[in-house]
């Protein structure tokens, strides 16, 4: 039961990294990453057999971080800046569809050479795909909005490979990384609104005056 | 213990005390006491480094210390400096600025001090953050794109950085022997630790604090940030903050060492190092802004760290000991270029010539750091980088000492056809003449000092320092020469 329901949360998560990828909606985007903010939230209660008090922390900060404050925050960056609503793709979306699926190939052929300890879980694969996918999204849309959307998910694809350690990695460290995380994003967010104000438009396009003559 | 905690967390607190008090002259004295008394606590350290007890969270062991020292030096004299730079130039938000070189102060020393390597994480992520707001001082369209690009290549080597801790921890064997990340536990028990997973650790390590150091190819947000960002900052983050990067390098070294896999991560490192070194050289070259080339000087300075790190033997001496040079003359040459800046308002060289006559002190500064900063005797750059050539060429790798040769050759032309531009010349007819050769003592005490210390270091290191020195290298598989 648990191994199958974790099996599913890990599809979820997947499912939601292509979701972002191929969704042309900004606000349609932020709900996707809220979602699997989500998903995350879930995943240590599934991992862990037991409910501790740990565990159920570790479930709520993330799921409050994670799919609460941080999608919440970018809403109202949106909201407040005027940002238009396209996501402005670099490369069309067919191609980053397939960068997306490269990355799962190359994601499970890396899994495929692990330790033989380690194989058969979906956690290392999933883990991968959803940090390659984020810099996928990183490195071809041209909005910074966006843009810190990829980060987030990079983020959380290091953030499920972390809950494989939920019993080793003390409780401190984790709290330190959902703040940091935060904290990241926050000021991400607030230059962000600036780089609107300045330019006018939310575009990193733009960002070209710094350059090697 | 205490000491180490009161270390981290003292400016921490002051940092948030500065954002809440009133007036400049009041932050700025929290500034410069808060910066003396961690140097007086650093100097503590020293002082009783034999009743060390091992196991803590927090701990200065040799190449902890070293870095520690480096950055709380710098600190004092930049902290010096900010606070006559603070009394004539209103970086945006003034308060916010003092609270950021606090919490940065505080970061840096927890990367420093960590012996858990997911703790040492949360510094390297708190040292971007707090000096984020740094750059972005200046509130225009340059500088905002300068902190965009910062914020984001960090914030994705950060996030390698994290998964490299991750994996790291998976490394390590799930029975009770050790606990999970903290550094005597991975080195004593390394050969318990599982390779596969050891080298994919060390692999993501390398890309997330290269990224940090600013090692190329993953160098590009160093020369837009170097010359957007305040030259005081500018001068921290070449200092300080890509030492700490650093130091996390060699962290995961020490452990992949420890392990036994020399030959996974030397070449790895030896390569990377040589591929730093091209690319400031052909970057230095034709180069017209001089922050920026001072940007390139730092990535080929990264790249003879790393360099140092992977040949081993004098080479990782050779690295530690440049480590402290390379903090303090980058600080040094910052203060004055940043000096020469403020005069000429512009860093494009082809606007600033002839500040011999317009900032005599400052001028003389930066051709004391073009032969500092390039290596040349008698000062300590020429020690650590003879030292990291000699250790390439006994370590059996005469083409990379051949070819670090060369391209340390090609950047002292480059550097010195820049800097005597600056320095000779007539003046353009910006700066003002009025000025002429009044400098502000706090403006150039600073890197005086800096420079009498790297000059120090090339005619004489202290028996304790030496002493210091040596063991960090031993603990990164390196020796004395």
Known sequence: MTHSSLQLLLLLVVLTDFAVLGT???????????????????????????????????????????????????????????IRREVEPLVPYMGSMLLGAAALGAAFAVASTMPVSARGSLVVPVALVTVMIGMVILITRAKAVIQVVGYMMLENGVYIFGLTLARRVPFLVEAGVLLDVFVGVFIMGIVVFHINREFDSISAVNLTELRES | MLIELLIVVVPLAAGALAYVVQGARARSALLLTIATLHTGAVGLLWVHQADRAPGGWLMADELGLVVLSTVSVLFLVVAYYAVGYLRDQTPRGGRAFVSCLLAFLSATSLVALSQHLALLWVGMESTTLAIAPLIYARHDRRSLEAVWKYLVLSSVGIALALLAVFLLATAQPVDGGSRALLLPDLIGGA???????????????????????????????????????????????????????????????QVAMAAGLQDFVRPLLIASGLFSLLVAAAFIIGQADVKRLLAYSSVEHMGLLVLGLGIGGAGAYGSVLHLINNGLVKGMLFLAVGNLVLAAGTSVVADMHGMLRVRPVSAWLLVIGLFAV????????????????????????????????????????????????????????????????????????????????????????????????????????????
């Not at chain 2, 050891?198 to 170097?226: E, I, N």
């Not at chain 2, 890197?447 to 270091?457: E, K, N, Q």
């Open chain 1, 24 to 82: 042309s909606r900004l606000s349609a985007c932020i709900r996707w990453i809220a979602f699997q903010g989500a998903i995350l939230g879930l995943l240590p209660l599934v991992t862990e057999g037991e409910l501790t008090t740990h565990v159920v922390a570790l479930a709520i900060g993330t799921v409050i971080v994670k799919a609460i404050l941080l999608p919440g925050f970018l809403r109202w960056a949106i909201r407040e800046a005027a």
């Open chain 2, 374 to 481: 390039t290596g040349s005797p008698p000062f300590g750059l020429f020690i650590s980088e003879f030292s990291i050539i000699t250790g390439a060429v006994r370590e059996h790798h005469p083409w990379v000492a051949a070819a670090t040769v060369l391209m340390l050759t090609i950047i002292f032309v480059g550097i010195a056809g820049m800097i005597i531009d600056i320095v000779y010349g007539e003046p353009a007819g910006a700066a003002d003449e009025s000025s002429s050769g009044a400098e502000r003592p706090s403006f150039v005490v600073g890197p005086v000092i800096l420079a009498s210390i790297v000059l120090l270091l090339g005619l004489y290191i202290p028996a304790p320092l030496r002493a210091a020195i040596g063991r960090a290298a031993a603990s990164l598989g390196g020796m004395r020469p």
């Open chain 2, 191 to 253: 050969s318990r630790l599982d390779p596969w997973w050891l080298r994919a650790s060390f692999v993501f390590a390398l890309a997330g604090f290269g990224t940090k150091m600013g090692l190329a190819p993953l160098h590009t947000w160093k020369p837009d940030t170097y010359g957007e960002a305040p030259s005081l900052v500018g001068g921290l983050m070449a200092g300080a903050l890509t030492s700490c990067a650093f130091l996390g390098l060699a962290r995961f070294t």
